[in-house]
């Protein structure tokens, strides 16, 4: 059902079954799959595809142009997957050069004024709470919690379901996990979360012996990291070591205690 006072763009592609409520502007080749409702006086622009069964809420404004001076006008993308939520005031911005990319996945919650911006990627399952400011090209893993009003800088990874408190400034790599509260400081394991999202014991117990060795006991967390490289037994505890040991241009958060700061540099 649309509404008779939507504007929808000729060049619009959208599912039969698709909802367009009163006010709504879609706006260029905007693709939109079947069992989405796009609420009153949503904003859809661009090339952007959303999936199915999203719902775009009141005052969202979706696939516009970057906040980059470095912007030329060139196509680019915006993607959202399948049951993704975008409550009320979320901006979402398409990527900045020829054919980059904004992705977001499937059973996504942004929740009300968040903001992503151009050349993010976010993964499935992701809980962005009220506030959350993303700068450009950060990626955030799959099951990852982001509390309200935390900010991540550009360039920055938060791993899989790793916690970020409210409030939080990340500017450096959350480690997945784990959880992070004021600038960077880690707490610990995200125990709570790992249960939830179905990791055994065995799983749990690993990640939080390798966060004691690597966090607690060294001075250095990619000598650490390395030197634990063929030890785990767990999926979980493998992926620990290889985000830490990936390419970075934040470098990773640590903890305050000790000398573990001073060792969160860039990696090479």
């Not at 790992?194 to 966090?215: A, K, N, P, T, Y």
């Amino acid at each position: 059902m649309i509404h008779p006072t939507a504007v929808i763009d000729k060049h619009a592609n959208l599912a039969d079954d698709v909802e367009v409520g009163p006010y709504a502007v879609i706006d260029g080749p905007v693709r939109i799959g079947a069992g989405t409702r796009v609420c009153s006086h949503a904003h859809i622009e661009g090339h952007t595809d959303i999936g199915r069964e999203c719902v775009i809420h009141p005052f969202a404004c979706v696939g516009g142009p970057p906040q980059d001076l470095s912007y030329d006008g060139a196509t680019s993308i915006c993607r959202i997957g399948d049951r993704t939520t975008i409550r009320e005031g979320v901006t979402v911005h398409r990527g900045t050069a020829e054919g980059s990319v904004t992705q977001i996945g499937s059973d996504c919650m942004l929740m009300s004024n968040s903001h992503v911006a151009h050349d993010c990627t976010i993964e499935d399952h992701v809980t962005m709470s009220s506030g959350v400011l993303l700068a450009g090209h950060v990626t955030i893993c799959h099951h990852a919690v982001l509390g309200g009003a935390a900010m991540v800088q550009q360039f920055g990874r938060i791993g899989e379901y790793t916690m970020i408190s409210g409030a939080t400034l990340m500017t450096r790599d959350a480690v997945p996990f784990l959880t992070y509260s004021d600038r960077c400081y880690c707490h610990g394991v995200n125990r709570v979360g790992m249960r939830r999202g179905g990791f055994d014991r065995e799983s749990i117990d690993e990640v939080r012996h390798l966060h004691r060795r690597v966090f607690r006991e060294s001075a250095n967390l990619r000598r650490a990291a390395q030197e634990l490289v063929g030890s785990t037994k767990t999926k979980a505890g493998e992926r620990f070591l290889q985000f830490i040991l990936a390419d970075s241009k934040r470098g990773i958060g640590a903890s305050r205690r000790g000398k573990l700061v001073e060792s969160a540099g860039k990696s090479d």
